[in-house]
């Protein structure tokens, strides 16, 4: 298991569960060894932990990872987004796809246990770009279609069959900062198909 893995396993639910059970071990060793004068502090002290326990099981915030805390608190700055839009109706379907020029936006992809295929689970990347766009976001990620379908056309496609104004598909392809060489996983283009118009 590498470091991103580690990494992507704490989460706030992980850390509150843990601090609950070492406030548990405390709070029954107090009372096991009848330690009056400290049993309140460790029984509040219990009680907030269990709270905080329960607001993150709760809430959608308790499954970020760090990563995702991080973009949420310190949104990653991007250029503007550099973009040109094709659309048009076939067969009753009607199709918007948001084809990105240079410098194409970034996105996180995690590789899967075997190796073979990246998947896009940490969606803060591609909600960044959707709120640039003015679309509504993703509410989860998605595995590589190839993934699914076995198709060697799925290949870097990325797809949502719940997007709120259709069908969602993403394409991604590895790009290169010019100034320094680095490579990344970008953004190639969004199409949204609906039906009718």
Not at 124 to 140: E, I, Q, R
Not at 166 to 187: A, F, M, N, P, T
């Amino acid at each position: 298991m590498n470091v991103q893995s580690l990494i992507d396993l704490i989460t706030p639910n992980r850390i509150s569960l843990v601090l609950l059970a070492l406030c548990s071990l405390w709070l029954l060793k107090v009372i096991i060894k009848k330690q009056g004068e400290i049993l309140f502090r460790a029984s509040l002290f219990f009680i907030i932990v269990f709270l905080i326990f329960i607001f993150f099981q709760r809430s959608e915030i308790g499954g970020w990872t760090i990563p995702e805390i991080k973009q949420n608190i310190f949104p990653e700055k991007f250029p503007p987004l550099n973009y040109q839009i094709e659309s048009g109706s076939a067969f009753g379907e009607f199709r918007k796809k948001y084809i990105f020029n240079d410098p194409r936006p970034k996105l996180v992809l995690s590789l899967d246990s075997k190796g073979d295929f990246l998947h896009l689970k940490r969606i803060s990347s591609l909600n960044a770009v959707l709120k640039g766009l003015d679309l509504p976001p993703v509410k989860h990620g998605a595995d590589e279609l190839a993934s699914i379908t076995g198709l060697r056309n799925d290949i870097r496609h990325y797809r949502w069959d719940d997007y709120p104004l259709g069908v969602l598909i993403v394409e991604r392809d590895l790009c290169q900062y010019r100034k320094s060489l680095e490579s990344y996983h970008c953004l190639v283009s969004l199409t949204i198909k609906s039906k009718g118009r």
